[in-house]
């Protein structure tokens, strides 16, 4: 992946399950190609096997071959009788033996109408003194369906009208043709139809495969493509990132996630979750790279002004005098404002884990506790005095009661989501020792 050097350090991310069940399909479409294009027979490279060459005046040799039933094998004329013709033949077709012969069926007969020009080009070879070339065609059977066929012919000598046919049944290649064909199809489908934008390169990121959507949303034109518009639409910052990342990859033999920025039609940038994973052609062993680019740019955006909520939150609660904290839906504390640890002297690590509890007087403690469970089970706010204790040197002697407690207000109240669930609680504590007093 030389030709398009990219800039940051890869970080995993995680990838929605429909995503994923994308990736999983397409690879396991890809490899069923694979499998189906290994079993089919190279007709190319057909070449008649060492019994082709029996001596046509050797009739005993001759005969044991055509009764062992290797293969369709059929004594023909160039006129179109069928002298003998073995089993394997008469079963391919669905007749008997006794069907042809003399005044019987011809392999004239039996051939479709669109294939006679094949049959006609192989007797104008023999009668020329020419070889015959291994071709295709087809038959019929008695029920009328077709059969596709190889066809190889041999003659005792040039010019003589009978001849040997050998015949090659091609419905298993037929049928793993179709499956391919039904395959990719499936693949350019589900590649097509899908959101995302899905690709395909070699080992030096060149585009074997890139669907329609790349070219919508980028407003590139598939005619221009040279095999690198992929790499050119992303932002130029984000560029090295995937090719770290992607060496990294390639090395672990494992898939990645990055975010990166899509330049789109309108000249905008948009952060996208992508997605690749090394794989290798299982024909040819070539290393490719497959991959989906997902438009997350609405969840980035949110996800920082989240995070811009949170530090504004953080910095008001730092800001204020109270204690401020925060709980998850279950009641368990994620956060302490400043003012916890000083008023404390607690750690962030002393304080989880109900550390904080140490320091609820113990009067005030089971009562609190009851209140706090009611209220994570209804939702309803929560507010209650309690006595805390302070660290020691927090309070001047001139405020000093001569107790180790002050007390504090408790309220706190449930964040929702849209569907009414809670999804955080907000606290404060509040102190009013001098309230009390008066």
């Known amino acids: 992946m030389n030709n398009y050097e990219s800039h940051i350090t890869p970080k995993p991310c995680s990838i929605d399950e429909q995503n994923q069940l994308l990736v999983d399909k397409i690879h396991s479409l890809k490899q069923q190609i694979a499998r189906i294009k290994s079993k089919n027979l190279n007709k190319e490279n057909a070449t008649l096997p060492p019994s082709f060459m029996l001596p046509h005046n050797n009739a005993a040799h001759l005969k044991r071959f055509i009764n062992s039933n290797i293969l369709p094998v059929v004594r023909a004329t160039i006129n179109g009788e069928c002298i003998e013709v073995n089993e394997a033949f008469a079963k391919l077709l669905g007749y008997t033996p006794g069907d042809f012969g003399k005044g019987k069926l011809s392999w004239k007969s039996i051939t479709p109408a669109e294939w006679a020009f094949a049959d006609d080009a192989a007797v104008a070879s023999i009668m020329a003194g020419k070889k015959v070339i291994p071709f295709e065609k087809e038959y019929l059977r008695k029920d009328g369906t077709p059969v596709p066929v190889i066809v190889a012919i041999t003659t005792p000598d040039s010019g003589m009208e009978e001849c040997l046919v050998f015949i090659f049944d091609l419905t298993d290649l037929k049928k793993a043709e179709s499956q391919l064909k039904s395959s990719e199809s499936q693949f350019r489908l589900l590649a097509e139809v899908i959101p995302q934008i899905v690709w395909i390169t070699d080992s030096h990121g060149r585009t074997r495969y ?29 560029r090295q990132t995937f090719i770290d990342a992607a060496k990294i990859s390639r090395k672990s033999e494992s898939p990645f996630d990055l975010k990166v920025r899509y330049r789109l039609r309108n000249g905008d940038y948009h952060w996208y979750l992508f997605r690749a994973m090394p794989m290798s052609d299982l024909e040819t062993k ?54 916890w640890f000083e008023y404390t002297g607690l750690t962030l690590e002393q304080s989880q884990d109900n550390g904080w509890q140490l320091l609820i007087h113990p009067d005030d403690l089971d009562e609190y506790l009851r209140k706090w469970r009611k209220c994570l089970l209804t939702g309803e706010t929560y507010e209650m005095e309690f006595r805390l204790k302070p660290v020691i040197g927090f309070i001047s002697e001139k405020e000093n009661s001569g107790s180790n407690y002050r007390w504090h207000l408790a309220r706190a109240v449930a964040l929702r989501d849209p569907d009414g669930r809670i999804s955080k609680w907000f606290a404060t504590w509040t102190e009013i020792e001098s309230q009390r007093k008066t």
């Not at 790349?214 to 040279?226: C, H, I, P, V, W």
């Not at 980035?300 to 904290?325: C, G, H, M, N, Y």
């Open 210 to 238: 890139c669907n329609q959507r790349f070219y919508e949303t980028t407003g590139l034109s598939r005619e221009k493509e040279d095999g690198f518009l992929w790499i050119k639409s992303l932002h130029e910052e984000d």
């Open 286 to 339: 070539e290393p490719l790279w497959f991959g989906t680019c997902t438009d997350i740019d609405d969840q980035v955006k949110f996800e920082e002004s989240l995070r811009q909520s949170e530090l504004k939150f953080r910095t008001l609660a730092d800001a204020i005098p109270q204690i401020v904290w925060s709980a998850n839906n279950s009641g368990e504390i994620e956060f302490f404002n400043q003012r």
